[in-house]
C-alpha cells in the first residue's frame, strides 16, 4: 500500500539520509502534517536546529515546491523577535527542507487547551507582540493568511513568536494561489478567504488576531462550528456573543478592539497593523489602569515618589524575590514594580545601584559598564529604565535607547530585558516596544 507503516517507514529513512549528507544530523521527529515533516536535528557546529522537510509526496508538485521555498526565502527576509528565524533552507537529493530556530516550550494552542482564559493584560500582550511581527510582514508586502494559536510558540520565558509562512501572500498577482481558492484555517479565516484567498491584504491577519484575542480573553471561540458552513454563515452575518458577556471584567477598549477586528466586511476593521496597535494599546492601558485600581486602597492616597527612590532601595534590599514583592505590595504606588518583579522571566545580571559589579572574585555577571549601559547624556530626553536582577539584588538601570541597543548588538543583554520610561512602570520587555526594536539593526533584532 501507498501509505503503509512501511512506506512511511522508507520515506522517513530517506529523508533523514538526504539531512545528513546536507549537513543535519537529525535527533527526532517533533511534528508531522500533510505537508511535511518538523525534525529536531543539530547543524554542522553541532547547535541545535527545526528543520521543516517538504513530504515527498509534494515534492514532484511544482506549485507546492515553489511555495514551500518562497517560504524559506520570506522567512529568511524578515527579521523580529516575535518572529522564528530561518536559518537555511535548499534541497539535498529531491528532499527540500527549511532551517529554522529551535524554540524549546509549547504552541500558543496548546497553552490555551491547558489554561484556558487568559488574565487580559496577558492577552493583549501577546496579541501586541504578534501584531508586531505582523507589522514587519506587512511593510514587506506580504500577507501571513494562516495566523492562529497553532502557529505561535511560545518561549520558556513567555516570548510569541510566529512562524509557519507558507501561505504567505504576495500583495501583488501571485501564481501560487489559485484563482477562487480557499487558505487558511476556518476558525480564524477572515470571511474573504473563503471565496477567494487571492483578492486578501492585511487586513484578513488583522481578523485573525481579533479571533485569538476573543479566545484568550474569554476562554471561548466566537465561532467554533464544527460545521464549515455554520461556521462561515456566523462569520458573514457577525453572529456571535459578545466578549464581555462571557467575561464581565473585561475593559471597555478591548472589547471594543475585539468587535472592530472580526467586522465582516474588511473596510470596518482597522485599516492596517498601526490602528490595530494603537486600539490595543488602549486596551493594555486600562487593563493595568483596571487591575491597579483592585489593588490601590481607596482611602489612602499613594505618596509622591522620588525618581531616585526606587533606584536606591530596590538596589540595596537583601530579601528574597518573594519577601521583596510582599514588603513593597505593603505600600502603595508600587503597583508597577511589584508586576515586574512577579514576571517569571525577570532577567538575571547582577548590578549594584552604583553600577559596579558587587563581588568580581565570585561573580561572573558583568557590571554596568561592561554591559555598556550609560546614564543619558546632560540635555538627553530620550531616558529609559531597565529592571537587572539577581536572585537578592535588584536595581533600575537609567540609560537611553542608543545605550540599550549598543548592549543588545554586543549581546550583553537581550530583547526580553524589561524597560519603562519610567521609574513607575510598566515594565515591559524591550521586544515589545517597537521604539527600541527600530534602534537595532536589522541582524539584531531577534
Given amino acids: 500500500m501507498a501509505n503503509s507503516p512501511a512506506v512511511r517507514r522508507g520515506h522517513t529513512e530517506s529523508l533523514v539520509a538526504n539531512l545528513l549528507e546536507a549537513g543535519y544530523r537529525v535527533v527526532q521527529t517533533i511534528g508531522q502534517g500533510s505537508a511535511g515533516t518538523i525534525f529536531l536535528a543539530r547543524d554542522p557546529q553541532g547547535e541545535l536546529v527545526a528543520v521543516k522537510v517538504l513530504h515527498p509526496r509534494l515534492a514532484g508538485d511544482a506549485i507546492p515546491v515553489k511555495r514551500f521555498l518562497r517560504e524559506g526565502g520570506v522567512c529568511a527576509q524578515l527579521q523580529h523577535p516575535n518572529l522564528v528565524r530561518s536559518l537555511d533552507a535548499g534541497e539535498k537529493n529531491g528532499t527540500y527542507y527549511m532551517v529554522m530556530e529551535y524554540i524549546p516550550g509549547e504552541t500558543l494552542a496548546a497553552m490555551f487547551e491547558r489554561r484556558g482564559r487568559f488574565p487580559e493584560e496577558e492577552a493583549v500582550q501577546l496579541i501586541l507582540a504578534l501584531a508586531s511581527a505582523l507589522k514587519v510582514i506587512h511593510d514587506a508586502r506580504l500577507v501571513h493568511r494562516d495566523v492562529k494559536p497553532s502557529n505561535v510558540l511560545v518561549t520558556s520565558d513567555g516570548v510569541p513568536k510566529l512562524g509557519d509562512l507558507g501561505l504567505a501572500k504576495e500583495l501583488v498577482a501571485s501564481d501560487l494561489t489559485r484563482p477562487n481558492q480557499s487558505l487558511g484555517t476556518p476558525i480564524y479565516m477572515a470571511p474573504e478567504q473563503f471565496f477567494n484567498a487571492q483578492q486578501v491584504d492585511g487586513r484578513c491577519d488583522i481578523y485573525a488576531l481579533g479571533i485569538m484575542l476573543y479566545a484568550l480573553a474569554t476562554g471561548e471561540l466566537p465561532f467554533p462550528g464544527p460545521e464549515l458552513g455554520r461556521i462561515l454563515d456566523n462569520k458573514v452575518n457577525g453572529n456571535y456573543i459578545p466578549p464581555d458577556r462571557i467575561n ?24 492596517d497593523v498601526d490602528e490595530f496597535i494603537a486600539l490595543l494599546s488602549r486596551s493594555g492601558r486600562s487593563a493595568r489602569e483596571a487591575k ?80 555598556d549601559i550609560a546614564a543619558p547624556e546632560a540635555g538627553v530626553v530620550d531616558r529609559w529604565y531597565l529592571v537587572l536582577a539577581k536572585k537578592r539584588t ?31 512602570g510598566p515594565f515591559v520587555p524591550i521586544g515589545m516596544i517597537p521604539e527600541l526594536m527600530s534602534q537595532l539593526p536589522p541582524e539584531s533584532a531577534q
Fill in 292 to 371: 491597579e485600581t483592585k489593588v490601590r486602597t481607596p482611602v489612602t492616597p499613594p505618596r509622591p515618589a522620588k525618581e531616585s527612590e526606587h533606584l536606591i532601595d530596590l538596589a540595596t534590599m537583601n530579601h528574597s524575590r518573594e519577601e521583596l514583592i510582599a514588603k513593597l505590595s505593603q505600600e502603595p504606588g508600587n503597583e508597577a514594580i511589584v508586576q515586574a518583579l512577579s514576571n517569571p522571566s525577570l532577567p538575571t545580571i547582577d548590578v549594584s545601584a552604583e553600577g559596579e559589579r558587587k563581588d568580581a572574585s565570585a561573580s561572573q555577571s558583568p557590571s554596568a559598564s561592561s554591559l
Fill in 248 to 271: 464581565p471584567q473585561l475593559s471597555s477598549a478591548t472589547v471594543d478592539a475585539i468587535t472592530r477586528s472580526i467586522q465582516a466586511r474588511p473596510e470596518h476593521r482597522p485599516a
Fill in 394 to 424: 535588584l536595581t533600575l538601570v537609567e540609560t537611553s535607547a542608543a545605550a540599550i541597543a549598543r548592549a543588545i548588538v554586543k549581546g550583553k543583554i537581550q530583547v526580553n530585558v524589561c524597560a519603562s520610561r519610567s521609574t513607575k
